[in-house]
């Protein structure tokens, strides 16, 4: 669960990192990074070197604790801006994991005029830590040579595209600090340092593609005054707008690169948009009756973001995406600020900007109406209790099919009513596992989402129109608790049985609302804040993680949300509707295929199967806590 197992990359990627921080700290100028002919990899870093010295409380030596113990790194101590104070991100694993998936690990460190060495083989310590030659005072860093253990990876073979990419991010965005790979077998090196680096990169990549504007780049860190962000906090970045051509997007945290995207690139999309709009409005520029969307402005533009959070949220283990709801706020205001003043300071590029953005949004007008026009023919009358949405972009659009009335109200006060459309439903759905697809719209609630989807109840067989399917998001939002979860079973039953087609094409969802929201005191800079959490483990880790950054214990306070009734629309937005910032679940028929679904449905929902529903609950040890 924390790493990638298709191939060695990520483990080597983990003490890449380290390399890396110890240079975001200021310590390194080069790093080196060696394939050498034996299948082994090294990185060596001239920082500080690894701590060789005995743990006051572990009785070993710290170097052999970073290497197999879990939350033993030195960047768990962020207190009063220390040198890891913007690492890359922890869940406590690291190079504990590298050292796990390695048939053999060899620590070489230079510190203090001296030379330890410290060697691993499976993740147990073969050689303990010992000293070798004496070096020149000069002479510090780590070097550490990975032997990755074939057994645990789909392929042995490291992908020297991604390798590349991910070295020459590092020499991109740590100015100054020389990267080298060394590939012994073939004797090529390739070196990669930037004095200047983040534009030259971002411009080689899209080659001779012609701009809109001139490159818009920029930085802002928070102050020691700020109060909402702690110091040294913010973002970097470089946009490009092109006329044609390819669209570069790349983003980092902490140096660490951020694939699938996450909070900061919303805020880097949401500060742009609202810049470029209010330029567009001061001057007039938008034609009445055409409607700005942040997709006007960003479908052109490029960029490479490298943020810095003080204490990142990733999705995963392996942080490919930033969940911090913080990050939006941060990079938003930043960068908007910065674009609003370059505007106005560059009024005719500003209006290129703009009219750029008018012509996206004129053709997505277009394209929709297109496809209200096919549809507009026979629409049966939508149900009266369906607040609908203004645009029928099916790219875009969703609808949340909500529990219970009260917390329809709070859907539909916090929802965005630009795409978001919800149905509350009365009590429970029917469980529609057994019934004739002649006899569903007996069932109101059944009735009210077949025409509020605009698709028609069809079986596994059946060649289903989805022409006329009205959203492409259908969002089940219940309660999380036992009664939502059943609420949840007996809307996918539904799906399941009735509505195959749009399961296997990917349009059914479920929305994931927290169950216990943590308030955090204000400590020394940091603000309060607020923390959502999913469920019982999730809130124990949150804790965990408090105190290991030392809030004091029992000063945060723990609400239990009884259901969605009771959130405001404010939190139900920020924590279950927002893009940018809730968890949504799709569902599919997962690695078991159709068949084995078909099988568990008909077990949990069937109605002569009780005793084996009994058995199964028995098996799972759940029995006390599942409405049978």
């Known amino acids: 669960m924390y790493t990638r197992t298709d191939n060695p990359l990520h483990i080597l990627q983990e003490v890449i990192d380290n390399a890396a921080d110890e240079a975001l700290a200021g310590f390194v100028q080069e790093i080196k990074v060696t394939m050498h002919t034996d299948g082994s990899v090294s990185i060596e870093d001239d920082g500080r070197g690894i701590p060789t010295g005995m743990h006051p409380e572990e009785l070993a030596p710290v170097v052999e604790l ?117 590939i012994e077998k073939t004797g090529d090196i390739r070196e990669w340092q930037y004095h200047d680096g983040v534009r030259g990169y971002l411009e080689e990549a899209l080659g001779d593609s012609e701009k809109i504007i001139p490159v818009f780049e920029g930085k802002q860190y928070a102050a020691d005054d700020d109060e909402a962000f702690a110091p040294g906090e913010g973002a970097q970045w470089v946009v490009i707008w092109t006329v044609d051509g390819p669209v570069v997007r790349e983003s980092y945290v902490n140096l660490i690169s951020t694939t699938a995207g996450g909070t900061h690139e919303a805020g880097l999309r949401d500060g742009l948009f609202n810049a470029v709009k209010s330029f567009a409005e001061l001057h007039s520029l938008v034609p009445k009756g055409v409607k700005l969307l942040p997709e006007d402005v960003f479908a052109r533009a490029s960029f490479v973001l490298s943020a810095k959070v003080l204490d990142p949220q990733f999705q995963g283990q392996i942080k490919e995406r930033l969940n911090s709801r913080d990050a939006v706020r941060l990079v938003s205001g930043f960068s908007k600020n910065a674009l609003d003043l370059w505007l106005h300071a560059n009024v005719e590029y500003g209006k290129k900007l703009a009219e750029s953005a008018i012509r996206q949004a004129q053709a997505r007008a277009r394209s929709s109406q297109k496809v209200e026009k096919r549809k507009s023919s026979g629409v049966a009358v939508l149900p009266g209790k369906l607040t609908d949405c203004e645009s029928s972009d099916t790219s875009r659009t969703e609808v949340f099919l909500v529990e219970g009335d009260s917390a329809g109200g709070s859907a539909k006060m916090g929802r965005d009513k630009g795409f978001q459309a919800v149905l509350p439903l009365r009590g429970k759905v029917l469980n529609s596992w057994e019934v004739d697809r002649d006899r569903l719209f007996a069932n109101n609630e059944i009735h009210d989402i077949a025409v509020a989807i605009g698709v028609d109840p069809h079986g596994p067989d059946d060649a289903a129109d989805l022409s006329g399917l009205r959203y492409g998001r259908v969002c089940i939002l219940s309660d999380a608790d036992v009664d939502g979860s059943h609420i949840q079973v007996l809307l996918l039953t539904l799906f399941f049985r009735h509505f195959p087609r749009l399961v296997e094409a990917g349009h059914i969802y479920v929305a994931r609302p927290p169950l216990f929201r943590v308030d955090v005191p204000a400590a020394g800079k940091r603000p309060a804040r607020k923390v959502y959490c999913l469920d019982q483990g999730e809130l124990e880790a949150v804790q965990d993680k408090l105190r290991k950054e030392g809030v004091r214990e029992a000063s945060w306070a723990i609400s239990r949300f009884k259901g969605l009734g009771e959130m405001s629309a404010e939190q139900l937005w920020d924590t279950t509707m927002n893009p940018d910032t809730r968890r949504l679940m799709p569902i599919g028929y997962g690695e078991f295929g159709m068949a084995a679904t078909t099988q ?23 029995l006390a806590e599942v409405d049978v």
Request: no cysteine; aromatic share 8%; hydrophobic share 40%.
């Open 600 to 622: 568990m449905f008909d077990m949990l929902m069937g109605k002569g199967e009780s005793a084996q529903r009994r058995i199964w609950l028995e098996e799972k040890g759940n």
């Open 66 to 182: 970073v290497f197999t113990r879990l939350h033993a790194g030195g960047k768990f101590d962020k207190k009063d801006g220390g040198a890891y104070a913007f690492s890359g991100g922890l869940h406590g694993v690291g190079v504990s994991v590298t050292n796990a998936l390695s048939t053999r690990l060899e620590v070489r460190i230079w510190r203090d005029s001296k030379t330890h060495e410290l060697v691993f083989a499976g993740g147990e310590v073969v050689e303990p830590l010992h000293e070798l030659e004496p070096v020149a005072r000069r002479k510090t860093g780590t070097r550490v040579r990975v032997w990755p253990d074939p057994k645990y990876f789909d392929s042995p073979a490291i992908p020297m595209a991604e390798l590349v990419h991910a070295l020459r991010s590092k020499a991109v965005l740590l100015n100054g600090v020389k990267v080298t790979l060394l």
